[in-house]
């Protein structure tokens, strides 16, 4: 009787609804007996309660002469709104579900009839989602039911089916958040043991991250603190019972909640960056591999795209089993299949020197380039600049001589704790500087090693030269250390007082000078390759006008020696000095038989001999390594470097003449994505654009983000790349995109131009992306969490790498992911 009570004087089955309806209606279906028989029927009015059956015969009605209307019966998932019904007589729409249940006050527009068609698709979807419209829905299920009593307790059953779903809900929140964070961090959530729901309230166990992190919210969140109460208790009768497993409990807090709670996270991070990638219309990749902590080979796909910014972002770790071209081919097409994207939008990629990706019949990139004519191959600029450091270091024994000099003390002093005392003893500084090993793999290793023991070129002090001699010396005259380790200590002391050592690391510093600020850039997100190749040149340019001072790297050792001496003076219990000169050496005469051709003599100066033989011989290594690594590209390059902003001036002062076959190279690639890209039309949008610069150039442009490698502290170890916000300098390609991005020019003005910035800026130049995922993938995958799976290890690594991304998913939609394979979590 209550719930009859209810229906009739509530919004299911109102009395005063059906009067209203009969008392407002001239002519309808809810009118009285004695206008039945007129032929005149309104269906778009509230209907009397027993004429409803006839009502829902009628409704919907979709079946528009206006195609425009007749698309709004269609929802964006290519569903139908089957509420919707639309009046041709009104030219208006109506949800026929209200019309029949709704309260009489209801204001809402769709029973009156809604004729406003400004924004109409986000009405509909606000009607829907209205409390009021689900009502109206879950009362025409009961009339289609006839509301019977076993209905009727169908329905209490229903509305306690949602208060539980609803309470599920609210703490499936608090877990998805918890994993957020944790996946942020790239910490793990699971104990190996003490998971149990029993267990969770004796705290002196370790119940894990995930599970720590839950008790924690629940001592100051309401609906936590309920639901760990609940759980924890009936848990425990479970357990006590002798039921092995937790039967029908439903925890929300199991292994199997929170894997489907990380797997809808992962695909989800996946979906929004492959809908941007739809939207940019082009993409670029870069691929390389690596071993985890287990030995097993591990792929970064990282894919680079252009929006309102440029973007490089992380899309799969796949584990490898081959390594070969056609394999890495294979892995790609799987991952970009997955993500719904189309290979032949990719205009190229950016890979290391390997054979694997560079050879010329099976390579990587040669059978990329087979799928796509106009794929453009990028060998990684960062491992070329370290190729040629590479190239420049071993050139000479003298300068092997040295980097193994300061990596064998490094490793030396930090091999024994009693000489790391000494070490902490003799250093001024308080923090106790560590001097740094070199790795082969860290581009910058060679600098940062070298600038912490003898400071910059020219400028030693804040080096620990000094300290590091002091240091060797106190090893020597311990007694209670072996003597092939004081021995050692000698050899190494030695090296660090001669002349040559001083005068090497001096060149090295001044060559490092130019090229370390090369090396960051390179390793900078969003870069583009004319910003990289003018950085390439200048730096060419630099180390060529220094190819012959020798004279400035000999004052600098000069200096560094007068310091270095002053300094041992001032130590006491140290006679030592540094070598102010190189040694003579004395020359081997040979003998000359009759008649033989005279030979080269050797240099007799020891000064001119280094001059010479070294510190030339580095230069010109350096040189011409650089000149003939960074040889690529030239043509496509020469057409790209037209799109610059600082040669828009020569455009303008030529009266915007162009070579016939300037960008010729740059409209085959872009052809592809637009027939109208021709030659001559890109060039006329070019002129066009040179002579407006000067007016759009003044306009203000918004800060925009980028990543960018971190200025080392003294005590740091490794370079960290931080995100930063960057002034718009208007002078690069991304601020002249920015532009006409900002005027709307890239539709109708500059459609082509705008397709030219796009691919520019979409190129890879680098794979420091995988390089940098890498460093992740270590702190992630670690001796503690070498059992990962390569699903759990993809959606850490896509939560700890896309943090923005991460953050800007709705709870609601993680939810509604995990409750598609729950119903105890469908609304």
């Not at 289609?144 to 609210?170: F, M, N, P, T, Y």
């Not at 280094?610 to 390059?637: K, P």
């Not at 670690?782 to 850490?796: G, I, P, Q, T």
Request: proline share 2%.
């Amino acid at each position: 009787m209550e719930a009859e009570a209810k229906c009739r004087d509530g919004w299911r089955w109102s009395s005063a609804s059906d009067e209203v309806a009969a008392s407002s209606q001239t002519v309808g279906v809810g009118a009285e007996e004695s206008q039945e028989d007129q032929t005149v029927v309104d269906y778009f009015s509230r209907p009397h309660s027993t004429k409803r059956q006839e009502f829902f015969k009628f409704h919907p009605q979709q079946n528009a002469t206006n195609p425009v209307i007749q698309r709004l019966f269609t929802r964006t998932d290519d569903m139908a709104w089957k509420w919707l019904t639309y009046s041709d007589q009104h030219n208006a729409l109506f949800c026929f579900l209200c019309l029949a249940f709704s309260k009489p006050n209801d204001p809402s527009s769709f029973i009156g009839g809604m004729t406003d068609w400004r924004h109409v698709h986000q009405r509909i979807e606000e009607h829907e989602r209205g409390m009021a419209h689900r009502q109206c829905a879950e009362a025409y299920v009961l009339n289609c039911s006839r509301a019977s009593v076993d209905h009727l307790l169908e329905e209490r059953q229903l509305k306690g089916h949602r208060e539980q779903v609803k309470k599920r809900r609210q703490v499936l929140e608090r877990v998805v958040e918890v994993v957020k964070v944790l996946g942020k961090r790239g910490l793990s959530y699971r104990q190996e043991h003490n998971e149990a729901a029993y267990t969770l309230d004796i705290n002196s166990l370790d119940h894990g991250n995930f599970l720590e992190l839950i008790i924690l919210l629940g001592k100051y969140d309401v609906c936590l603190k309920e639901h760990l109460s609940s759980v924890i208790e009936k848990s425990k009768q479970i357990h006590a019972s002798g039921t092995q497993g937790r039967g029908s409990l439903i925890t929300l807090l199991s292994k199997t909640t929170v894997d489907a709670v990380i797997d809808a996270i992962k695909h989800l991070i996946q979906e929004s960056i492959s809908a941007d990638i739809k939207k940019a219309g082009m993409y670029s990749v870069q691929l390389d591999t690596t071993q985890d902590v287990t030995g097993r080979e591990q792929c970064s796909v990282i894919l680079r795209f252009v929006t309102d910014a440029v973007h490089e972002r992380l899309v799969a770790v796949v584990q490898c089993s081959t390594t070969t071209g056609q394999s890495f081919v294979t892995l790609l097409t799987e991952v970009l299949e997955s993500l719904q994207l189309d290979i032949g939008l990719c205009i190229g990629n950016a890979t290391d020197g390997a054979s694997n990706m560079q050879g010329q019949y099976r390579g990587f990139s040669a059978l990329m380039a087979s799928k796509n004519p106009t794929h453009q191959h990028v060998w990684c600029y960062a491992h070329v600049l370290n190729l040629v450091l590479s190239d420049t270091t071993h050139s000479v024994i003298e300068s092997g001589s040295l980097f193994g000099l300061l990596n064998d003390i490094a490793v030396f002093i930090r091999d024994s704790y009693t000489r790391v005392s000494v070490w902490e003893t003799e250093s001024q500084d308080k923090r106790h500087k560590r001097i740094s090993t070199i790795g082969e793999t860290r581009w910058w290793a060679k600098h940062h090693a070298l600038r912490k023991v003898f400071g910059n070129f020219g400028r030693p002090d804040g080096g620990l030269f000094v300290e590091v001699v002091s240091t060797l010396s106190a090893i020597m005259k311990l007694k209670s250390l072996a003597s092939n380790a004081r021995n050692k200590a000698r050899g190494y002391r030695d090296g660090l007082l001669r002349y040559e050592t001083v005068l090497t690391a001096q060149l090295f510093l001044r060559v490092f000078e130019f090229t370390s600020p090369l090396s960051k850039y390179l390793q900078t997100g969003g870069m583009d390759i004319l910003s990289a190749h003018r950085m390439v040149t200048t730096t060419h340019d630099s180390l060529t006008k220094i190819a012959r001072d020798f004279p400035a790297v000999k004052d600098a050792a000069d200096c560094f020696v007068h310091w270095a001496n002053e300094k041992l003076e001032e130590q006491d219990d140290l006679d030592l000095e540094v070598e102010a000169a190189l040694p003579q050496k004395r020359l081997k005469k040979k003998k000359v038989l009759p008649g033989e051709m005279a030979q080269d003599e050797s240099l007799s100066d020891s000064e001119k001999a280094y001059e010479v033989n070294v510190h030339h011989q580095i230069l010109d290594t350096a040189v011409e390594a650089m000149h003939n690594r960074f040889l690529t590209h030239g043509t496509l390059y020469s057409d790209l470097s037209l799109l610059h902003p600082k040669n828009f001036p020569l455009i303008q002062t030529s009266g915007g003449a162009l070579h016939e076959s300037a960008l010729q190279e740059h409209s085959k690639c872009l052809v592809v994505y637009d027939s109208r890209a021709t030659v001559t039309d890109l060039q006329i949008e070019l002129r066009n654009l040179a002579q407006q610069w000067d007016r759009l150039v003044q306009s203000q442009l918004d800060n925009y983000a980028t990543k960018a490698v971190e200025e080392e502290s003294d005590g740091q170890e490794e370079m960290e790349i931080i995100s930063k916000t960057c002034v718009s300098c208007k002078e690069c390609p991304l601020c002249c995109y920015k532009i006409l991005l900002r005027f709307n020019m890239l539709t109708h003005a500059y459609p082509l131009l705008g397709l030219a910035y796009k691919f520019l800026l979409t190129l890879s130049i680098t794979q420091v992306a995988c390089e940098r995922s890498f460093s992740t993938l270590r702190y992630i995958k670690n001796r503690l969490r070498s059992c990962l799976s390569a699903s759990k290890l993809e959606a850490f690594m896509l939560m700890a790498i896309e943090k923005d991304v991460l953050v800007s998913l709705e709870t609601d939609t993680v939810i509604d992911r995990v409750a598609e394979k729950s119903e105890s979590m469908k609304k």
